[in-house]
């Protein structure tokens, strides 16, 4: 499983960025699919999953009401909407892929190379 991520770019605290996955895999309706990112200096974190059916979804507090994480299985991608962005949402993005077909919480098992998000005050 290839993933490829992209849509991240400078916005202004309050803006809004959405990003992409697109995989290139067979049988993408079979992965549960997640967003984590990485600031400067710090670990990477988790942000999100969606099932592969898009039924459970799940949210860190972190980003809870700000960020939609949605798939679209035909076109093999995933998208993670940020809204409401600050200072501190800055960092690199990467999409991961679980073939776990559960509810989460999710082993991911591939990743993408990430997209650099920045958000100026």
């Known amino acids: 499983v290839q993933l490829q991520a992209s849509g991240g770019g400078v916005v202004h605290t309050g803006g809004s960025l959405r990003l992409s996955c697109a995989a290139s895999?067979?049988?993408?309706?079979?992965?549960?699919m997640g967003w984590f990112r990485q600031a400067p200096g710090k670990e990477r974190e988790f942000l999100a999953h969606?099932?592969?059916?898009?039924?459970?979804?799940y949210y860190v507090d972190s980003v809870k009401g700000r960020f939609t994480i949605s798939r679209d299985n035909a076109k093999s991608t995933v998208y993670l909407q940020m809204n409401n962005l600050k200072p501190e949402d800055t960092a690199v993005y990467y999409c991961a892929a679980s073939y776990d077909l559960g509810e989460g919480p999710y082993e991911f098992h591939y990743w993408g190379q990430g997209t650099l998000v920045t958000v100026s005050s």
């Open positions: 895999a067979r049988f993408f309706d079979m992965y549960a």
């Open positions: 969606i099932s592969w059916n898009g039924e459970n979804i």
